[in-house]
């Protein structure tokens, strides 16, 4: 069974930036998209970014496209979500997730295997 540990998150002011790593227990390349997804306090997990399996396909919501990049290095078994631009409202949890897709990813659950979470808190 894949396992997806994450690392990364923390405190962060307005306008600074966070990397969130999730290492996975395989190769997920050619198998699995991931994707990557948030909780804020009181609100539903959504969708930010997704990669599909064979890496030629990314997704991003509208409210992070141009401030977030998502990329896998396959010889690390690793995906990152590198976070720019850090606004108040993109606090919340974070989670990386693992799917069976090839050519495309979606920002939509349900995904087969999911991270434990990392705590992103944007605040001055």
């Known amino acids: 069974q894949l396992q997806l540990v994450q690392s990364g998150g923390g405190l962060v002011q307005p306008g600074g930036s966070l990397r969130l790593s999730c290492a996975t227990s395989e190769s997920t390349k050619d198998i699995y998209a991931i994707g990557w997804f948030r909780q804020a306090p009181g609100k539903e997990r959504e969708g930010v970014s997704c990669v599909s399996g064979d890496d030629r396909y990314t997704n991003y919501s509208a409210s992070v496209k141009g401030r977030f990049t998502i990329s896998r290095d396959n010889a690390k078994n690793m995906v990152y979500l590198q976070m720019n631009s850090l606004k108040p409202e993109d606090t919340g949890v974070y989670y990386c997730?693992?799917?069976?897709?090839?050519?495309?990813?979606?920002?939509?659950?349900?995904?087969?295997?999911w991270g434990q979470g990392a705590q992103v808190t944007v605040s001055s």
């Open positions: 997730a693992a799917d069976a897709l090839f050519r495309l990813c979606l920002l939509s659950e349900p995904y087969d295997y």
